[in-house]
Protein backbone atom coordinates (compact mmCIF):
# COMPACT_ATOMS: atom_id res chain seq x y z
CA UNK A 1 0.00 0.00 0.00
CA UNK A 2 1.36 3.35 -0.77
CA UNK A 3 2.30 5.69 2.09
CA UNK A 4 0.07 8.80 2.20
CA UNK A 5 2.47 11.85 3.98
CA UNK A 6 -0.12 14.62 4.42
CA UNK A 7 1.05 17.60 5.51
CA UNK A 8 3.28 17.81 7.73
CA UNK A 9 4.95 20.66 9.19
CA UNK A 10 7.77 19.46 10.96
CA UNK A 11 9.05 16.10 10.66
CA UNK A 12 12.01 14.60 12.92
CA UNK A 13 13.54 11.55 10.81
CA UNK A 14 16.17 9.61 13.46
CA UNK A 15 18.89 7.56 12.62
CA UNK A 16 21.06 5.44 14.96
CA UNK A 17 24.58 6.18 12.49
CA UNK A 18 25.54 8.68 9.75
CA UNK A 19 23.72 6.95 6.33
CA UNK A 20 20.93 5.09 8.24
CA UNK A 21 18.75 8.14 7.05
CA UNK A 22 19.26 7.86 3.59
CA UNK A 23 19.46 4.19 3.43
CA UNK A 24 16.50 3.99 5.27
CA UNK A 25 14.23 7.26 4.42
CA UNK A 26 15.99 9.01 1.34
CA UNK A 27 12.33 9.21 -0.82
CA UNK A 28 10.52 10.57 2.06
CA UNK A 29 12.81 13.21 3.42
CA UNK A 30 13.12 14.25 -0.37
CA UNK A 31 9.06 13.81 -0.83
CA UNK A 32 8.62 16.06 2.34
CA UNK A 33 11.00 18.73 1.28
CA UNK A 34 9.56 19.23 -1.86
CA UNK A 35 6.27 19.45 0.03
CA UNK A 36 7.79 22.63 2.39
CA UNK A 37 7.84 20.32 4.97
CA UNK A 38 11.14 21.86 7.39
CA UNK A 39 12.77 17.82 8.21
CA UNK A 40 14.86 17.63 11.00
CA UNK A 41 17.85 14.98 10.97
CA UNK A 42 19.04 13.47 13.79
CA UNK A 43 22.30 10.89 14.00
CA UNK A 44 22.24 9.45 17.07
CA UNK A 45 25.98 7.57 17.17
CA UNK A 46 28.92 9.36 16.29
CA UNK A 47 29.76 6.12 13.72
CA UNK A 48 33.32 5.32 15.35
CA UNK A 49 32.74 1.74 15.80
CA UNK A 50 33.09 1.14 12.15
CA UNK A 51 36.86 1.38 11.42
CA UNK A 52 38.59 0.74 15.51
CA UNK A 53 41.62 -0.66 13.97
CA UNK A 54 42.71 1.87 11.02
CA UNK A 55 45.74 3.74 11.95
CA UNK A 56 45.04 6.12 9.10
CA UNK A 57 41.24 6.56 10.45
CA UNK A 58 41.57 7.60 14.26
CA UNK A 59 38.15 8.05 15.73
CA UNK A 60 37.85 11.49 15.47
CA UNK A 61 38.76 11.80 11.60
CA UNK A 62 36.50 8.97 11.35
CA UNK A 63 33.67 10.67 13.33
CA UNK A 64 33.91 13.63 11.31
CA UNK A 65 33.96 12.66 7.99
CA UNK A 66 30.70 10.36 8.95
CA UNK A 67 29.01 13.26 9.59
CA UNK A 68 30.27 15.10 6.91
CA UNK A 69 28.84 12.22 4.30
CA UNK A 70 25.63 12.81 6.04
CA UNK A 71 25.27 16.35 5.46
CA UNK A 72 26.63 16.07 1.63
CA UNK A 73 23.34 13.23 1.14
CA UNK A 74 21.07 15.23 2.99
CA UNK A 75 21.78 18.04 0.95
CA UNK A 76 20.77 16.57 -2.09
CA UNK A 77 17.63 16.17 -0.31
CA UNK A 78 16.92 19.70 0.63
CA UNK A 79 18.02 19.43 3.88
CA UNK A 80 20.52 22.12 5.25
CA UNK A 81 23.68 21.25 7.46
CA UNK A 82 21.63 23.53 10.25
CA UNK A 83 18.79 21.27 10.19
CA UNK A 84 21.24 18.02 11.15
CA UNK A 85 21.64 17.08 15.29
CA UNK A 86 24.33 14.65 15.92
CA UNK A 87 23.94 13.30 19.90
CA UNK A 88 27.32 11.95 19.58
CA UNK A 89 26.67 8.74 21.72
CA UNK A 90 28.89 5.93 21.44
CA UNK A 91 28.54 3.74 17.87
CA UNK A 92 27.67 0.02 19.35
CA UNK A 93 26.21 1.34 22.80
CA UNK A 94 23.67 3.29 22.56
CA UNK A 95 21.59 1.03 24.55
CA UNK A 96 24.08 1.71 27.69
CA UNK A 97 22.94 5.63 26.90
CA UNK A 98 18.98 5.13 27.01
CA UNK A 99 18.38 7.58 28.92
CA UNK A 100 20.77 10.01 27.97
CA UNK A 101 19.09 9.61 24.08
CA UNK A 102 15.54 9.44 25.60
CA UNK A 103 15.77 12.94 27.31
CA UNK A 104 17.36 14.70 23.50
CA UNK A 105 15.14 13.00 21.57
CA UNK A 106 12.17 14.16 23.85
CA UNK A 107 13.45 17.63 23.54
CA UNK A 108 13.90 17.86 19.64
CA UNK A 109 10.37 15.86 18.54
CA UNK A 110 8.96 18.54 20.94
CA UNK A 111 7.22 20.05 17.85
CA UNK A 112 7.42 17.19 15.49
CA UNK A 113 3.99 16.22 14.15
CA UNK A 114 5.92 13.62 12.10
CA UNK A 115 8.45 11.20 13.43
CA UNK A 116 10.26 8.37 11.06
CA UNK A 117 12.33 6.30 13.12
CA UNK A 118 13.98 2.80 13.11
CA UNK A 119 11.49 -0.30 13.73
CA UNK A 120 11.85 -2.10 16.85
CA UNK A 121 12.31 -5.32 15.29
CA UNK A 122 15.89 -4.30 13.68
CA UNK A 123 18.41 -6.66 13.84
CA UNK A 124 21.06 -4.00 14.81
CA UNK A 125 21.07 -3.63 18.37
CA UNK A 126 21.88 0.18 17.99
CA UNK A 127 18.67 0.90 16.00
CA UNK A 128 16.46 -0.95 18.58
CA UNK A 129 17.77 1.12 21.47
CA UNK A 130 16.66 4.21 19.71
CA UNK A 131 13.69 2.58 19.03
CA UNK A 132 12.90 1.84 22.70
CA UNK A 133 14.11 5.63 23.66
CA UNK A 134 11.90 7.04 21.57
CA UNK A 135 9.00 4.51 23.06
CA UNK A 136 9.45 6.23 26.13
CA UNK A 137 8.92 9.74 24.50
CA UNK A 138 5.32 10.80 24.81
CA UNK A 139 3.08 12.54 22.31
CA UNK A 140 0.72 12.51 19.59
CA UNK A 141 2.70 12.58 16.31
CA UNK A 142 2.64 10.67 13.52
CA UNK A 143 5.09 8.02 13.81
CA UNK A 144 6.24 5.55 10.53
CA UNK A 145 9.10 2.87 11.36
CA UNK A 146 11.76 1.86 8.89
CA UNK A 147 14.29 -1.47 8.92
CA UNK A 148 17.78 -1.53 7.49
CA UNK A 149 19.17 -4.37 8.91
CA UNK A 150 18.72 -7.01 7.66
CA UNK A 151 17.84 -5.82 4.27
CA UNK A 152 14.49 -5.98 2.87
CA UNK A 153 13.43 -7.79 5.25
CA UNK A 154 10.28 -5.64 5.99
CA UNK A 155 7.12 -6.43 4.46
CA UNK A 156 6.77 -4.22 1.70
CA UNK A 157 3.28 -2.89 0.76
CA UNK A 158 1.10 -5.74 3.09
CA UNK A 159 -0.26 -5.51 6.01
CA UNK A 160 0.88 -2.21 8.08
CA UNK A 161 3.40 -1.73 5.51
CA UNK A 162 3.07 1.38 3.45
CA UNK A 163 5.25 1.86 0.75
CA UNK A 164 7.23 5.32 -0.79
CA UNK A 165 8.86 5.04 -4.71
CA UNK A 166 12.22 6.52 -5.09
CA UNK A 167 12.21 9.35 -7.50
CA UNK A 168 15.70 8.70 -9.65
CA UNK A 169 14.59 4.93 -8.38
CA UNK A 170 17.52 2.56 -7.55
CA UNK A 171 20.42 5.10 -9.04
CA UNK A 172 18.79 7.85 -7.52
CA UNK A 173 19.18 6.09 -3.98
CA UNK A 174 22.46 4.45 -4.99
CA UNK A 175 24.25 7.80 -5.59
CA UNK A 176 23.01 9.18 -2.10
CA UNK A 177 24.26 6.27 -0.34
CA UNK A 178 27.79 5.94 -2.04
CA UNK A 179 28.41 9.20 -1.31
CA UNK A 180 29.06 7.59 2.38
CA UNK A 181 32.66 6.43 0.99
CA UNK A 182 33.90 5.08 4.76
CA UNK A 183 31.36 2.64 4.56
CA UNK A 184 31.64 1.47 1.00
CA UNK A 185 35.43 0.21 0.85
CA UNK A 186 37.25 3.20 1.04
CA UNK A 187 39.18 2.73 4.30
CA UNK A 188 41.45 -0.25 3.76
CA UNK A 189 43.64 -0.51 6.58
CA UNK A 190 41.83 -1.94 8.72
CA UNK A 191 40.84 -5.46 7.83
CA UNK A 192 38.00 -6.11 10.18
CA UNK A 193 36.63 -3.12 9.83
CA UNK A 194 33.18 -2.91 8.30
CA UNK A 195 32.07 -2.13 4.54
CA UNK A 196 29.00 -2.84 3.18
CA UNK A 197 28.37 -5.57 1.01
CA UNK A 198 27.34 -5.89 -2.81
CA UNK A 199 24.68 -7.37 -2.09
CA UNK A 200 23.59 -5.16 0.93
CA UNK A 201 23.88 -2.01 -1.29
CA UNK A 202 21.77 -3.64 -4.18
CA UNK A 203 18.64 -4.52 -1.78
CA UNK A 204 19.18 -0.84 0.09
CA UNK A 205 18.79 0.78 -3.12
CA UNK A 206 15.66 -1.09 -3.59
CA UNK A 207 13.59 1.42 -5.85
CA UNK A 208 10.80 1.14 -2.92
CA UNK A 209 10.81 2.24 0.55
CA UNK A 210 9.37 0.82 3.12
CA UNK A 211 7.55 2.08 6.70
CA UNK A 212 5.40 0.57 9.01
CA UNK A 213 2.52 3.22 10.51
CA UNK A 214 2.71 2.76 14.57
CA UNK A 215 -0.39 3.19 16.13
CA UNK A 216 0.05 5.63 19.40
Known amino acids: MRLRLGRPRHAVVIAPHPDDEVIGAAALIGALRRRGCRVTIVIVSDGAASHPGSRRWPA ?12 RALRRLGVPAGAVRTLGLPDGAVSAHLPACTLALRR ?7 IVAPAIGDAHPDHRAVAMALRRVPGGARRLAYQVWPPRSLDRGRGRGRTLAAPGGSAGKRSLIRLHRTQLGAISDDPAGFAIARHELDAFCYPLEAFVELCR
Open 60 to 71: ARLIAERYRESR
Open 108 to 114: IVADADL
